[in-house]
């Protein structure tokens, strides 16, 4: 490869919003990129024709998850409810959970030891509340670890299945840049008193 590299500006305006400035050569930026490429494509396939097409769920603990900063949602089952695409979010996966606590809280004070994230009954639409009508409660949104957790308090007290895919993007700050991972409960546990 002796032929100079000929990029678009638009590739080079890319390359860019990836570069540490006054460190990084056209040469540096690419190669990072490439290691994450690499670090993240199936190692035990060298068929062009399958890479990517069987992509690689990873199981995490669901007890103690990764950082999910930079994560998307892809899909969700709920108490063998699948969530439409437009609700594939962790806070609408939190907002699903709290209405469930909601139904089977016997009392106020078994509600607040089940919901561990801001809430007030009622409406209330400002400083980062939203109203969930079958609640009656307004709830204040959470980034994606903070929803993850408060979710998982509320389902694993109410022994509920689930099935969580979500992926990283490929962002500086992500901890599994481009993995696909998976939080599941699939059969419900049954504590004995």
């Not at 199936?42 to 990517?52: M, R, T, V």
């Not at 009622?122 to 079958?134: A, N, Q, R, S, W």
């Amino acid at each position: 490869m002796s032929d100079p590299l000929q990029l678009s500006p638009n590739t080079i305006a890319r390359l860019q919003k990836h570069a540490k400035p006054f460190v990084d050569t056209v040469d540096t930026v690419i190669n990072r990129i490439l290691n994450i490429y690499e670090e993240n494509s199936n190692q035990d396939s060298n068929d062009e024709a399958d890479f990517g097409t069987a992509k690689k769920i990873r199981d995490f603990l669901i007890t103690s998850p990764p950082d999910l900063t930079h994560t998307k949602v892809l899909s969700v089952e709920f108490n063998n409810r699948k969530f439409p695409r437009s609700d594939t979010t962790w806070n609408a996966l939190l907002n699903e959970a709290i209405c469930i606590a909601k139904k089977k809280a016997k009392s106020e004070d078994e509600l607040r030891r089940l919901i561990l994230v801001n809430y007030v009954k009622g409406k209330k639409e400002d400083e980062g509340y939203h109203y969930l009508p079958d609640a009656n409660l307004s709830v204040q949104g959470q980034d994606a670890n903070a929803a993850w957790r408060a979710t998982y308090h509320i389902i694993d007290q109410l022994s509920c299945t689930f099935e969580v895919i979500f992926a990283w993007r490929m962002k500086e700050g992500a901890s599994h840049p481009g993995t696909t991972g998976r939080f599941a409960r699939k059969t419900r546990l049954h504590y004995v008193s």
